[in-house]
């Protein structure tokens, strides 16, 4: 985090998110096809893709495209969209990432145990004593992380947990390293908790990997509902790789694309929850997406900001701006001249296996990124 950063978050930190259109319903039509945009994310949740492991996302994706879509992969493994007239004036990027948090195999032992490495920041203590899913080659192996030897010690379960600093294993039932691997399993295998979408009450969801599977909904969603005969600018839908590692996939795209303005579409780490102060972060769920004015990688530059206020405004579509922690695949494009906004939803339990959304606001995620792509 730069200095500047640093001072602006310290002396915003009391600011919380306003809400511009009240608790109305947002004004977004939900596509037939998979049943709205929590059929979507259903979809996207329930196919794994740990960093670097994005390839049934990819596709997954790709199946979703409205008919006139012609995607292609870039050479890092982006997906990309592109559509509008060739030659207009400017280029408007639209960017959500494709991959997960997760654990890779990194070894198989003698005694059919496996060894794996995190990938992405994620607290580990979520994994111990949790069935997980091996995704290999053979098709998917269940197992378990097993918890600490001491767990049944009340003492050391009352303790700060220590669960991650040693070597995390998965035991999958092999009682050697050749049943592990007649079971397809090798090194570079991903790894991840069984993802299935749960329906909360009312307009509530759960699931592990709304992050940032809501982002690539909110971007399908937009695509569906555009007329690309209508369009004034060149607009560019990217489904990143290997955001949660490092942003590598759009830093490929900043390096490349150059577009006149990029578009972030990530989470919003809200404060909206009985177990956070809300005096940092309060985005309240159910109340419409966010503009994220400033998080820990980025400042957006205030007249953005005001720009899509004042458009989500005219398109009657219900909208929060607030500050928040983490970054997003929009940090990278200033750099090469770029300048970018990131737009989220609020969500609460962040990188864990049960990341909560309203559908509501990702209803209104989507009409904003196509107000944006239609309006700009």
Known sequence: MTGRART?????????????????????????????????LEALINTPGVSTREQGVRDRIRS??????????????NLLVTVGPERAAKTLLFIAHMDETGYLVTAIREDGGLDVKAVGGFFETLYEGQVVLVHAAKGDVGGVVPPRPNYLDPSAVETPAAFGKEAVRVDVGAS???VAESLGIAPGDPVTVPKAFQRLYGSFGSGRAVDDRAGCTALLVALRGIDPKTLRHKLIFAFSVEEETGLDGAQAMAETLRPDLAIAVDTFVSSDSPLERPAFAHAILGKGPVVRAIDSSNIT?????????NLARQAGIPVQYGLTRGGNDGSVFPEFGTPDLALSWP????HSPVEVINEKDLDGLGALVRAIAERW
């Open 176 to 178: 050697s390293r050749a």
């Open 301 to 309: 530059d205030p007249a953005l900001v005001d720009r899509v206020l």
């Open 8 to 40: 602006v978050l310290l002396s915003l930190a009391s600011i919380t998110a306003a809400v511009l259109a009240g608790a109305g319903d947002i004004r977004a039509a939900r596509p037939g096809r998979e049943g709205g945009s929590f059929g979507i």
């Open 347 to 350: 969500t609460v339990h962040s």
């Open 64 to 77: 979703l495209l409205p008919a006139w879509a012609r995607p292609a992969v870039d050479a890092k493994g």
